[in-house]
């Protein structure tokens, strides 16, 4: 469903990502780990079109997307909750959703996601900045969702939020890829949530990807080593 082949990508002259490959199949859950500063967010945001292909291609459900528009790619079935959320605070919690709405066409929020989701049902009149950490988490991965999106990209969405939620959100993840057969890739640095969620778990480390393993048989103290300072 997702095949990145070769990508690199850089800010200026300084390259963040060396030629890096992944293949993600429907349906499975894929966390990438590493340390701050390490590639994360710069793969999200190069797969998202906000930082530019350096070489390398990307394909979604065998279209190459490349090149192309975050809003392009929008379209084309990548859905994107960035690092922080990025909710937006003035607006209620349904105007944010029905902001996903745009590529569809449709006008009306699914009732399904609101299933997933049944605490932003009762605040659907109440404004996004008035919401817990939690809370915009989940109004951001609706958000997305309402893209009716393949592939769902989530930049740290651990970040500032209470450990209960987390363990929540990953369960909701998993029914959110059960329901839809969505594609998920979750950049992550809390390794309890990354086995908690995924069915497959990378390291990266420098732009380059170190370490591939199924969550099943995971060597959990090779992991960590590679997430210590």
């Known amino acids: 469903m997702l095949s990145v082949q070769s990508l690199s990508a850089a800010y200026g ?3 963040v990502l060396h030629g890096i490959d992944i293949d993600v199949p429907a349906g499975e859950i894929v966390a990438i780990m590493g340390r701050n500063g390490m590639g994360k967010t710069t793969l999200m945001k190069t797969l998202m ?3 530019p292909e350096k070489s390398g ?3 979604v459900n065998g279209i190459p997307i490349t090149g192309l528009k975050s809003h392009q790619r929008v379209a084309k079935g990548v ?3 960035p690092q ?3 909710i937006f605070s003035a607006m209620t919690v349904q105007e944010n959703v029905e902001t996903g709405l745009t590529v569809t066409g449709q006008t009306k929020v699914p009732d399904d996601i609101y299933e997933l989701f049944p605490v932003l049902l009762d605040m659907k009149s109440r404004r996004g900045g008035n919401l817990s950490g939690g809370q915009q988490q ?9 893209s009716n999106p393949k592939v769902l990209l989530l930049d740290e969405p651990t970040e500032g939020i209470q450990p209960s939620i987390i363990r929540e959100m ?3 993840l998993r029914k959110i890829r059960d329901q839809k057969g969505l594609t998920i890739v979750v950049s992550e640095q809390v390794l309890s949530f990354a086995l908690d969620v995924a069915d497959r778990v990378m390291v990266i480390e420098n732009g380059n990807f170190v370490h591939d393993s199924p969550r099943d048989g995971i060597d959990e103290a090779k992991v960590s080593k590679f997430l210590s300072v």
Request: proline share 0%; net charge positive.
């Open 138 to 146: 989940q109004l951001a991965i609706a958000r997305a969702l309402a």
């Open 170 to 172: 990953a369960r909701t």
């Open 79 to 81: 859905a994107y909750v």
């Open 57 to 59: 291609t990307v394909d």
């Open 13 to 15: 002259a300084s390259e």
């Open 84 to 86: 922080g959320r990025m």
């Open 49 to 51: 079109g906000i930082v």
